[in-house]
């Protein structure tokens, strides 16, 4: 049972456009929800993360949107830039760590920005 | 401060063969995690610690052992390595609820 579901798989935008990916999750006991950003060869980097009691969070040109009732969650970034070309994964995880805290990831969207 | 660091970095092993991958981090956190990541499968959770002398089982835990004898070291073991264990490994650690990952172990299986 996939509990954090993550779309789309890969998305092209065109430079100075807005990218959007999209996340739901299934388990209301998650209360932490990170976006990790990945370059080739390299580890997932935490990019920006949310708690449940804010609808948006926003952080330069990168803003998580909210829906609890829904459960979903969502990453916008605006102005894109070939730089951000890289891969995106959405987590979920409840408590503050260990046992509870555990990350579980999304299957990641690959981001192409195009010049 | 290094962070994460895992080895090694590159690694071709035939079906059968064992080896050992070494987490060590610098932060003195308490949780490590071990991850796989596949194409278009994420990052799946193999096993964890949550301190000193602790393990738990992840999602896909089969076919691999992990210890933690030091706080600062999280080793993945692979006792008979099989084709299917072809994949990219990643460590990390956490304290609360950031997690800071290595660069990532390439492991192919022939």
């Known amino acids: 049972q996939q509990q954090v579901k993550q779309s789309p798989q890969s998305l092209i935008v065109q430079k100075g456009g807005i990218s959007i990916i999209n996340c739901a999750y299934e388990?209301?006991?998650?209360?932490?929800f990170p976006w990790y950003q990945q370059f080739p060869g390299k580890g997932p980097a935490l990019l920006i993360a949310?708690?449940?009691?804010?609808s948006e969070k926003k952080e330069g040109r990168f803003t998580i949107s909210f829906n609890k009732s829904a459960k979903q969650f969502s990453l916008h970034i605006m102005d894109s830039q070939p730089g951000d070309s890289a891969t995106y994964f959405c987590?979920?995880?409840?408590?503050?760590?260990?046992?509870?805290?555990?990350?579980?990831f999304g299957k990641g969207t690959k981001l192409s920005v195009k010049p | 401060n290094a962070g994460v660091t895992q080895t090694p970095k590159f690694r071709v092993l035939k079906t059968g063969q064992s080896m050992t991958l070494l987490c060590a981090q610098d932060?003195?956190?308490?949780?490590m995690y071990w991850y796989r990541q596949d194409p278009g499968m994420g990052l799946r959770l193999i096993h964890y610690?949550?301190?000193?002398?602790?393990?738990a089982k992840g999602e896909v835990p089969d076919g691999y052992n992990v210890s933690r004898l030091k706080k600062q070291n999280f080793l993945l073991g692979l006792e008979s390595a099989a084709p299917s264990q072809t994949s990219v490994y990643f460590c990390?650690?956490?304290?609360?609820?950031?997690?800071?990952f290595g660069q990532g172990t390439r492991l192919t299986v022939v």
């Open positions: 610690s949550v301190g000193e002398g602790t393990t």
């Open positions: 949310i708690r449940p009691d804010v």
């Open positions: 388990n209301t006991a998650f209360d932490y």
């Open positions: 990390a650690s956490a304290r609360g609820t950031e997690a800071f």
């Open positions: 987590a979920a995880s409840k408590g503050y760590g260990g046992s509870q805290g555990n990350l579980i």
């Open positions: 932060m003195n956190h308490e949780y």
